[in-house]
């Protein structure tokens, strides 16, 4: 069965802390992508990554950065959390090619007090 | 550019009555599209995909959808609802400037009544 692993579930971090979020897929995807979902807003792109240490923005990258230096793992990282960054964040990969499906991790949910 | 409409922000149905969540679509040409279903606090699975190889599609958990071009659409259809339905559901095509990327509606929450 295929599998998108998201590190942790819940998480609850402090302002200003750099907070690491880890996911790793075994479908050997070169495509791998980072959302934030929020009530109201939908799921919102903030980067994503089409092969190894290759990145590019989303539409909401401001305050993130990621990393990517394993195929399987694509790592997303607040400089400094802030209580806005509260919210859930999903982690998805794919093939290439418009028509492959993505595959979701099961989120984290990551509260910042 | 590709964008897809969720028609409904929040249907609500009875159980054993049919589902009905629409999706109309924005594209250039004949896209795939792509519906996907999200339990509370879960991640997002894949319900159904369609690829131009045939227009009505059949997915998991008794779901179907339809493409029809003339009307844009690909709604997503249940005949008879169960309570463990209830969620959000999310109809989505690849594209934008990159067909890395995936455009998503704005959801549709599906409440289930007994």
């Known amino acids: 069965d295929v599998k998108v692993t998201q590190s942790s579930r819940y998480l609850v971090k402090r302002t200003g802390e750099k907070v690491f979020l880890e996911c790793v897929q075994d479908?050997?995807?070169?495509?791998m992508f980072w959302y934030r979902q929020d009530p109201g807003l939908g799921l919102r792109l903030i980067y994503f990554?089409?092969?190894?240490?290759?990145?590019e923005k989303g539409d909401i990258p401001e305050g993130y950065s990621v990393s990517r230096e394993k195929k399987e793992r694509f790592s997303l990282i607040l400089e400094s959390a802030s209580t806005n960054q509260t919210s859930m964040y999903l982690c998805a990969s794919r093939l290439p090619g418009g028509t492959t499906e993505a595959f979701f991790g099961q989120g984290t949910r990551l509260t910042v007090v | 550019a590709q964008s897809v409409t969720q028609l409904d922000s929040h249907v609500s149905v009875s159980e054993g009555t049919p589902v009905l969540l629409r999706c109309n679509y924005s594209?250039?040409?004949?896209?795939?599209l792509f519906w996907y279903v999200q339990h509370p606090n879960k991640g997002l699975q894949l319900l159904l995909k369609y690829t131009s190889a045939a227009t009505l599609v059949k997915g998991i958990n008794g779901f179907e959808a339809e493409f029809k071009k003339s009307e844009t659409s690909f709604h997503l259809t249940k005949p008879s609802a169960h309570m463990s339905d209830a969620a959000e559901y999310f109809c989505v095509v690849p594209g934008g400037d990159s067909s890395y990327k995936l455009i998503f509606g704005s959801g549709t929450r599906l409440l289930v009544r007994p």
């Open positions: 990554s089409y092969d190894v240490k290759m990145k």
């Open positions: 594209s250039s040409y004949s896209p795939s």
């Open positions: 479908m050997d995807h070169e495509n």
